[in-house]
Structure formats: structure tokens, C-alpha cells
């Protein structure tokens, strides 16, 4: 099967449909995911031979409480500029909506104009709006399910969130609760991410940031999962993972989401700190030694080459730091300006055998390595000239 892109999907339809598809795979605000719904080509589009002219219909593919609910889009055959009919597959949602329904749920439908190029993700998003109506009605209609409906009802008054920060799907002997956490990001590391294209080597912070936590019931199995969007992933890997306990059916519901948060908090907090000691350590460094500064990293404050002169002795110290500190000690390389190595690298000596406190200020910390590095220039002078 072909894989097309979305610029290629979008060529097989009407010039009149284009404005309003392509909005749909660049809006990120549909569902609590931020991610774009997926659009898929009926099995008649996928021959480079399809007149283009003649598309009226594609698959949409909603992530939506961790699963993606797949809705037919289907446009008029002789006037693709009327209202789209839906066919929500695999479910009953919407199978038969009266005119007083559309007219007051779906105003974006009842009002459709192919000229406005939001009026189809408007539809999609009342229709979320209203699919999650249902899903909760479900939720009432199923006994079994008496304490999560309580609880859901105490999370939105006690966490202060609304209908827009949670969704539920309920069907036979599942239910998934997935829940937008609340919380500031924005003093974290910027998450740098390469790309070999064009003439900028770097992307930041791609996506919007957020956390999710999703627990599932099937049958009597309880699972939990906390899912982040990419810098808050890239973030918790780089400098602590983040392990959150398993929801069990004797947790409250409202106290088990609250330890979620405080977790999640706890970690921003300490990422924030340890970010901050990394920062201000290199702050010094380049006080210190400005006019020797080589390069370093002003993103991440991970590593900086430096050039020292200690009694006519010139060299170059790399200073690496981790993620870990200042719990980790920085790592010291000192590099040669004059003699290689047999492979034609300069003669380097690598160490963390200094003196180091953690517990000390990052001033004092820098001061005592700079002590280190003049102590122990003649020794690795030696080396290189053995």
C-alpha cells in the first residue's frame, strides 16, 4: 500500500474541501492530546491513477481517553460544498440525530459553510463535546462503575477542572479515564532536538507540553499510565525517571490523581533546581575565565572547553556535567595544544579524582576545581612530554 503525505492526500479532493481538510491535520486542539487526528484514504484513493477530482470521502482517526475513534467524513457527490454526513464506525454514537439535536449541539453542522476553512474541525470538536456526553451517560447507566462516577464528579470540583481537561470511553467491560494534569512547565530545560534539514541545525521544544494520566478498567484488571509529550519525556529521561505506583480498585480515585500531581511536581521541582545549580555553575565559570572560553553549552549547560596558561603552560580543560549534578561531580578532560597520540589526537588525561562536596554552594564548588586544574598542570605537562 502507498503511504502518501497529507499534501498528497489532500490533491484527491475538490478544490472547495482543501482550506477545511488541511486545517485538520495542522489543529492542535482537538482532545486533551494535542495530537493531530490521522486521515486516512478510503481503499479507491490509494492508485496514482484516482481522479482527484472525485474525492468525497476519508477516514478520520480521533485519539481520544487513549484509544482513536474512527469517523467517516463523507461530502455530497454532485455538491461537495454542502454539510458532510458522518458514519461513526464501530460505535452507536450519532446513528440516527434528530434536526433539534444538530441544531443545538452542532451548530458548526447546522451552519455549514465550506468557505470557512475551521467550519470541519468546529463540527469535530462539537462532536467530541457531545460524544463525551454520552460516554458519561453511559458511566451512569452502568452500576458497576457507582464509585468512578462519584469520583469523577469529586476530581473536577476538588482538582478544579472542567469537561475540557478529562475524557472517558465506556463500552461493555472497559472503561478508560485519561485526565490533562495542570501543571507549570515552563521553567524546565529546553528539550534540543537536531534535524538535518535546511540551514537551522537545532528545533526546541517541539509540541505543546503536557501530561496525561490514563487509567483503564477491563474486567478485574486496573492499569495506570502516565504519558508526557516529547520534552517532558526527553526531560524526565535525561536528568530522573519518573515511576508512578499503580492505581488498585481500594485507591480513591481524587486522593490517587493528587499523588499523581504531587509526584509530578516533585520531579519538575527537582529538575528545575538541579537545572538552575548546572546554569549557575557555568555563570561562574565564565566570570572566572571569559576571556578563555572556548565554547560551551548556553542551552543545556552541559559542557565547555577552556583554555588555561598556568607558568607558560598552555592547555585546554573540557569541563563535562551531567544531569545528575550536583549529586554527580563534574568530569574534568585535559587536552594537549601541542603533542597527539598515535592516532593523531591530542594527548588527553581524563579525571574526577578532585576534591568535591555536593553539598557546597556552586561558587566554592568551582573555586576548589580551579585549584585542582593548577595542582595538577605540572603532573599532566609531564605526561604528555614522556
Known sequence: ME???????????????RDN??????YEQIGISGMHPQINLPPSKLDFDYNTDMGNTFTLNIPYAGRHLQWEVIFNDEDPTFAPDF?????????DPTIDTISKHLPSLANWDVKNSKCLVN?????????????????????KYLDILEGY???KDKLKLSDDHIEMFVENNQLNIMILLKLDFSNLPVYIQETYFGDSALLLNPGVDMALLKISFLKNRITS???????LEKVFSDYMMLHIPPYTKNDDLVQYIQLIYHLVEEKI????????????????????????????????????????????FSFIVHILIGNKFPQEKPTLILKSIYMKNASGEPHSLKTKEYPYNSQLKPEEMVNRMMKYIEEIAPKFKDYIQL
Request: charged share 25%; glycine share 2%.
Open 3 to 17: 503511504n502518501f503525505t497529507n499534501e498528497q492526500i489532500l490533491l484527491r479532493y475538490p478544490a472547495c474541501l
Open 87 to 95: 458514519d461513526i464506525l464501530n460505535d452507536t454514537f450519532l446513528t
Open 269 to 312: 521541582n527537582q529538575i528545575n533546581e538541579q537545572f538552575k545549580l548546572k546554569e549557575e555553575f557555568f555563570s561562574i565559570l565564565l566570570s572566572l575565565h571569559g576571556l578563555k572560553v572556548l565554547e560551551y553549552d548556553n542551552t543545556q549547560f552541559s559542557k565547555g572547553l577552556f583554555l588555561f596558561e598556568i607558568e607558560g
Open 21 to 26: 481538510i488541511q486545517e485538520l491535520w495542522m
Open 123 to 143: 463540527v469535530i470538536r462539537e462532536m467530541i463535546v457531545l460524544y463525551k456526553k454520552e460516554q458519561l451517560e453511559r458511566l451512569r447507566n452502568e452500576p
Open 153 to 155: 464528579d469529586r476530581i
Open 225 to 231: 499510565y502516565l504519558q508526557v509529550s516529547p520534552r
